[in-house]
């Protein structure tokens, strides 16, 4: 695959990726975490704010790969 290619379908799923992180984890937040206690609350918020970030950092790193 081209680099430029790649990099158009790299750019295409970390915004898909981002924004599906974003509702699940809404989602979950809003049916769940509500009600649990304070510091669970934030040890969710933590982990899914930056959970995101390993699979974002996949995504680059095969963007980057050189072409074979």
Known sequence: MPPRLRKLVGTVLLVFLVVVWAL???AFAQSR???AAAAWQMLYY???GLGWVIPAALV???M???RT
Do not use: G, Y
Request: glycine letters at 0%; proline letters at 7%.
């Open 24 to 26: 699940l984890a809404m």
């Open 60 to 62: 680059i790193r095969w």
């Open 46 to 48: 933590v982990v899914a």
């Open 64 to 66: 980057e790969r050189p």
């Open 33 to 35: 975490i509500r009600e």
